[in-house]
C-alpha cells in the first residue's frame, strides 16, 4: 500500500535542529547561510535514501517530458527545498521585502483592483516554490495594494509540527490566522466567505490531499501520468463562489537564496457557478487549468516544487 504524506516522518529531527537554521538565518549574510545550507544538506542528502528515493519519482517524470534534470539531481532537489525552509524563516522574521518580488504579465492587477475595491477572492496556490514566504510579507505591512488586507491560508497542520511551531514564535499572529484543513466544516465556510465578502484572501494548495479527506480526489493528467489531486480544495471554490485565481510565488534562481523571486497570478476562465449537475466536469475543468499552469511552472523550475512522496501513486482505501 502507498504511504501518504501525512504518515511521512516530519523532516529535520529534534528542534534544536531548526533552532539552528535560525541562528543560521539571523546571523549570517545570506551568501554564507546557502553556504552552510548545501553542506548540510550534503550530509543529510547521503543520509537519507527514503527522501532520495521520493524525490527521484517526480525528477523521472520531468526526464519522461524532456525536462533537463542533471547529475546530483536528487541532492539539488533537497537543497532547494531547504533553501525554501531559509526563506519562511526570513520572510516571518520581515527581512524579505516587497521589491524582491518580481510581477509578471499576467492577472495579477486584476487581484489588486478587486482588493482595492474592498473585494476579497480564493486562491489555489501550490507546494511549488514558497507562498508562506510571500504570505510572510502581508505581516509586515508589505502590499501591492493601496487597501489592507488579511490571508487567511487554509492548511493541514497535521504536519510540519516542529517548524511551525518555530514559525509561531517568530510571528504569532500570522500563524493565528491559519485554517485547519482537517476541520472545515459549514460554519468555517461560512467564516471564510464572509472574511472573502469583508476584502480579505482565502488561499489553499491544489496539489496535496489533506489526511482526513485523503480519498476525496479527483484525477487528471500531470507530468505525463494520471495523478489525484484534492477534491475538497476545487470544492472549496465552487462553495465560496467567489473568484478564483491560481497563485505562484517561485525562486527566480533555484540555488540563490538572494534571487529575486516571481509572482505569477491567473485568474481562472472555469466558473462553478453551475448547477449541481454540472458540477463534477467543472471542478475537472478548473482543476485542469490548474495543472496545466503548475506542470508548465514545474518544468522551468524542476526543483522546487516540494512534494516529496510518490504523488502518482493511489492511496489505497
Known amino acids: 500500500m502507498s504511504e501518504h504524506w501525512s504518515e511521512i516522518e516530519e523532516v529535520g529531527g529534534s528542534p534544536w535542529h531548526f533552532r539552528f537554521m535560525l541562528w543560521i538565518a539571523c546571523h549570517l549574510p545570506l551568501f554564507l547561510v546557502e553556504f552552510c545550507t548545501a553542506i ?13 528515493a521520493r524525490s527521484k519519482v517526480y525528477l523521472e517524470h520531468l526526464r519522461k517530458m524532456s525536462v533537463h534534470v542533471g547529475a546530483f539531481g536528487t541532492y539539488k532537489h533537497i537543497f532547494s527545498f531547504a533553501l525554501s525552509m531559509m526563506e519562511k524563516l526570513l520572510g516571518w522574521k520581515g527581512v524579505i521585502k516587497l521589491n524582491r518580488i518580481e510581477k509578471q504579465n ?23 516554490g514558497n507562498m508562506e514566504m510571500l504570505r510572510s510579507l502581508t505581516g509586515y ?48 465556510a461560512i467564516w471564510m466567505k464572509e472574511k472573502i465578502t469583508e476584502g480579505n484572501l482565502v488561499v489553499i ?22 495523478a489525484n ?16 485565481y491560481f497563485v505562484f510565488g517561485i525562486r527566480k534562481h533555484d540555488f540563490n537564496i538572494r534571487s529575486p ?12 457557478d453551475c448547477s449541481r449537475k454540472e458540477r463534477p466536469e467543472r471542478l475537472k475543468m478548473l482543476l485542469r487549468e490548474y495543472t496545466e499552469i503548475l506542470e508548465r511552472l514545474c518544468k522551468a523550475h ?4 516540494y512534494n516529496f ?7 489505497e482505501k
Open 302 to 305: 524542476p526543483y522546487q516544487w
Open 40 to 52: 548540510i544538506c550534503f550530509f543529510f542528502w547521503l543520509g537519507a535514501a527514503p527522501v532520495r
Open 106 to 128: 499576467d492577472d495579477l492587477p486584476l487581484l489588486v483592483e478587486q482588493i482595492n475595491k474592498g473585494e476579497g477572492a480564493f486562491l489555489l496556490c501550490s507546494h511549488l
Open 261 to 272: 523571486y516571481q509572482m505569477h497570478v491567473i485568474r481562472a476562465k472555469t466558473s462553478l
Open 309 to 315: 512522496y510518490n504523488f502518482w501513486e493511489s492511496v
Open 229 to 244: 489531486f484534492p477534491e475538497g480544495a476545487f470544492s472549496l471554490a465552487g462553495i465560496l463562489n467567489t473568484p478564483v
Open 205 to 226: 494548495a491544489g496539489d496535496r490531499t489533506s489526511a482526513n479527506t485523503r480519498i476525496r480526489v479527483i484525477e487528471t493528467n500531470f507530468l505525463g501520468e494520471k
Open 141 to 188: 505591512g508589505e502590499y501591492h495594494t493601496s487597501k489592507d488586507f488579511r490571508v487567511y491560508p487554509v492548511v493541514d497542520l497535521s504536519g510540519s509540527k516542529k517548524f511551525n511551531a518555530l514559525l509561531r514564535e517568530l510571528n504569532p499572529e500570522l500563524m493565528e490566522n491559519m485554517i485547519d484543513a482537517n476541520s472545515i466544516d459549514v460554519d468555517s
